[in-house]
């Protein structure tokens, strides 16, 4: 995984032009969020046509992670669902990003990520924090 990779939420990027531009991979919005945000089966076909990596993050606002267990749980439920439908038939995405953009990292903001894990981990799953440096760490 190791690259240069980009996080984009608005508009498509296409594998050609990650390709052309030495991108290795794209962080995309899967699960919940709005539908232009998240990304599309036919956008993975085309990052998966032109070699490029993706990663799944999820997230619906900077604040999701403050629902803690019940939010990662459904939270990731929502992304299980979603990940089924955008990679059936082909590599599957193993990657997945619980986001927190919020510079704070509280107990409740931990349990949002560990109750994701238990949900996508037996699934096949990586699950780590996606966000600032204090929930991160």
Avoid: C
């Amino acid at each position: 995984m190791i690259g240069t990779w980009i996080d984009y939420s608005g508009g498509r990027v296409s594998g050609a032009s990650m390709a052309a531009a030495g991108i290795t991979g794209a962080v995309r919005y899967v699960g919940i969020g709005g539908v232009g945000k998240r990304l599309t089966r036919a956008e993975y076909v085309d990052h998966l046509a032109h070699g490029r990596q993706t990663v799944a993050v999820v997230e619906r606002s900077t604040t999701d992670a403050d629902g803690g267990a019940t939010a990662g749980t459904a939270n990731a439920e929502a992304a299980l669902a979603d990940l089924a439908a955008l990679t059936s038939g082909l590599d599957p995405i193993r990657y997945v990003f619980m986001a927190n953009d919020q510079n704070a990292s509280t107990s409740t903001e931990v349990a949002y990520v560990r109750a994701a894990a238990a949900v996508l981990g037996p699934a096949g799953y990586v699950v780590g924090p996606y966000g600032f440096g204090a929930f991160l760490a």
